[in-house]
C-alpha cells in the first residue's frame, strides 16, 4: 500500500507501508493454524505507521486481484469471482531492511501490540467481503505449505 507521508523539510513523498506476499494456490496451511483449498496465501508484513484503514483498503484490493484465469486462459477473475479461499498468515520479515551490511533489519515493521489487531482487521475485512478466511497464529513459530497455482505470486 502507499500512502502520503510528510518529510522534515515539509514536503511529501510516497512510501511503500503495509506489504502482502499473494501466491495463487490450490491448497494451503498453517501448523499452527488452518488450511484452505484453492484461492490465495497471503502473507502479510505490518510496517510502523499501518493501522485498520490501510488493512481494509488493501483486503479489498487483495479480494479483487484479477488473478485467477477465465475460460480463454486469460487473468481476468478475481478471489471474490471464483469464490476460493484465504490463508492469511503475518509476516514481519516482509519489511526487512538488507541495504546495510548482512544481517536484515526490521525496524520499519509494526510491533506486535500495534501489528496484531492490524493483521486481524485484514483478514476480517476480507471475511466482510465473503472470503472464508483462514489465518496463521500471530507471532507463533508456523510451518506454511502451499501448492502455488500457475505459479503466480504477486507482491502488493
Not at 65 to 78: A, M, P, Q, T
Not at 135 to 143: D, K, N, P, S
Request: charged residues 25%; contains cysteine.
Amino acid at each position: 500500500m502507499t500512502r502520503r507521508i510528510s518529510s522534515t523539510d515539509e514536503a511529501a513523498y510516497v512510501m511503500d507501508l503495509m506489504r502482502a506476499v499473494v501466491q495463487r494456490v490450490s491448497r494451503a496451511s498453517s501448523t499452527p493454524g488452518g488450511a484452505i483449498g484453492p484461492g490465495l496465501c497471503v502473507l502479510l508484513g505490518v510496517a510502523e505507521g499501518d493501522d485498520e484503514a490501510v488493512a481494509v483498503r488493501l483486503a479489498a484490493k487483495v479480494a479483487q486481484l484479477r488473478i485467477f484465469e477465465n475460460e480463454e486462459g486469460k487473468f481476468d477473475r478475481s478471489l471474490l469471482d471464483t469464490g476460493g479461499e484465504a490463508l492469511v498468515v503475518s509476516q514481519f520479515t516482509l519489511l526487512a531492511d538488507t541495504a546495510k551490511g548482512h544481517r536484515p533489519s526490521f525496524s520499519g515493521a509494526a510491533r506486535p501490540e500495534v501489528a496484531e489487531p492490524v493483521y486481524e482487521r485484514f483478514a476480517q475485512a476480507l471475511r466482510d467481503l465473503g472470503v472464508h478466511v483462514k489465518t496463521g497464529v500471530f507471532g507463533a513459530r508456523m510451518a506454511v505449505e502451499l501448492v502455488n497455482d500457475g505459479p503466480v505470486t504477486i507482491v502488493v
